[in-house]
């Protein structure tokens, strides 16, 4: 496990992302705002393989070649390093090679939700909402700001994060159109969800009043969430969007901007030492985000536990499909939580000829569709097999545990100075 020294004042951007394909394959420095120890390509890669340099055993039995296979896709350039594939052998004490350990359960089970040992990827600078929703999902994890959803993603397929916790959807701002988008783009599995209660403050910098504010800035959805509470609280100020709620609070302080107010976490004031002027002014205190937990690896499906599926498929023949997918799960059913339709972007608009009206323009989309079951049911498993029928494109996100943890809604407006 490499150390992360935590920083806030950068975050993992997309340029430290892209420099890692400019680099010398045999060590790679990642610079960011939690600053790795420079490490090897074959210790991102040991998951995959068991690399050893001099295996005396396996020499005696001819096992030394030339050739040195990729490994994870990749090409290694450690030619001085023999691959040994784990389901034949492994590597005890002196190099003597032992017969493989067969599975138990535990070699079936989801992958551990707690301990320090995982690195987490979110979008946002620290005290982020985000950043807590990692904290919910892996306690004690070390958590990686990054400057965009792309470069979370990013993070995880380079093996610089082992998880990526992103929001997907608000209970006041809906969908997070972004994340359904590069869910698509990307080959990371949801392998999670975690719902947090979003409490909003207003925070300022010390010794100011509501009364001098002139701006309030924060996320596009923080601002829509709080616009009557804004108004109730009498504020006459203009409301300017930027990338995010800590993001905001950390412009304020650093910048030392006396007319200026962000609406951010209670966190993010402790973090920037901003007051907070008004706690809970979220318009609705049942304000909720779900986030989604993504992996490189799928989580092998369960029935002992509540489990939800999700999926994307695409028809070539337009909408009209819709109903007969929907009525697989209806015809089983399997309870739906989600449907959210997106441009199909290599074929937006789709051409009707009709000698009659002319060219009709039809838009076409790509359906995102949640449902209440895990892939290790049987009744799964024939839906999808017949919505494989009707469709041109399918393709499984996740399969994985919901979440079930009880919450209570966020106070109204408090405390306000």
Not at 52 to 64: D, L
Not at 271 to 293: C, E, H, K
Not at 334 to 359: A, M, Y
């Amino acid at each position: 496990m490499h150390s992360l020294s935590p920083s806030y004042s950068t975050t993992l951007n997309l340029n430290h992302i892209l420099s890692l394909n400019r680099v010398a394959p045999t060590r790679i420095t990642v610079k960011c705002g939690y600053g790795f120890e420079p490490f090897s390509r074959s210790d991102w890669q040991s998951s995959c393989a068991i690399l050893t340099s001099k295996v005396a055993s396996q020499e005696r039995n001819g096992g030394g070649s030339d050739h040195v296979p990729a490994v994870n896709g990749h090409k290694t350039a450690f030619t001085d390093l023999k691959l040994i594939p784990i389901g034949n052998v492994s590597v005890g004490e002196n190099n003597k090679l032992l017969q493989p350990k067969p599975l138990s359960i535990s070699d079936l089970s989801p992958a551990p939700m707690h301990g320090s040992s995982l690195r987490v990827a979110y979008q946002g600078a620290p005290g982020a909402y985000s950043e807590a929703a990692a904290g919910k999902a892996y306690p004690n994890c070390e958590a990686i700001p990054c400057d965009q959803f792309d470069v979370a993603f990013k993070a995880v397929e380079l093996w610089i994060a082992d998880r990526a916790v992103l929001p997907i959807e608000n209970s006041l701002g809906g969908s997070i159109h972004r994340n359904y988008d590069l869910l698509l783009r990307h080959r990371l599995h949801i392998v999670g969800e975690v719902q947090l209660p979003v409490h909003h403050c207003l925070l300022a910098l010390p010794g100011i009043r509501k009364e001098y504010l002139t701006r309030v800035i924060s996320h596009p959805q923080a601002l829509a969430q709080c616009e009557h509470s804004l108004t109730k609280l009498g504020l006459n100020v203009a409301r300017e969007a930027v990338d995010d709620t800590a993001g905001a609070a950390e412009f304020v302080a650093a910048n030392s901007l006396r007319d200026t107010a962000a609406i951010a976490s209670s966190r993010a004031a402790e973090l920037y030492g901003l007051n907070v002027l008004a706690d809970g002014i979220q318009d609705d205190p049942s304000n909720v985000t779900r986030f989604v937990m993504l992996a490189r690896e799928p989580i092998i499906p369960r029935t002992d536990r509540p489990f939800k599926t999700s999926i994307v498929f695409a028809h070539d023949k337009g909408t009209s499909v819709l109903f007969k997918v929907l009525s697989a799960f209806a015809f089983r059913n399997i309870s739906l939580t989600k449907i959210e339709s997106r441009p199909h972007r290599n074929r937006p608009i789709r051409l009707v000829d009709d000698e009659n009206v002319g060219t009709a323009k039809h838009f076409e989309y790509l359906f995102y569709v949640d449902f209440e079951a895990s892939m290790a049911d049987v009744r799964a498993q024939n839906a999808l097999a017949e919505v494989q029928e009707f469709t041109s494109f399918l393709r499984v996100l996740g399969s994985y545990p919901m979440d079930m943890t009880p919450w209570t809604p966020s106070s109204s407006i408090e405390n306000i100075q």
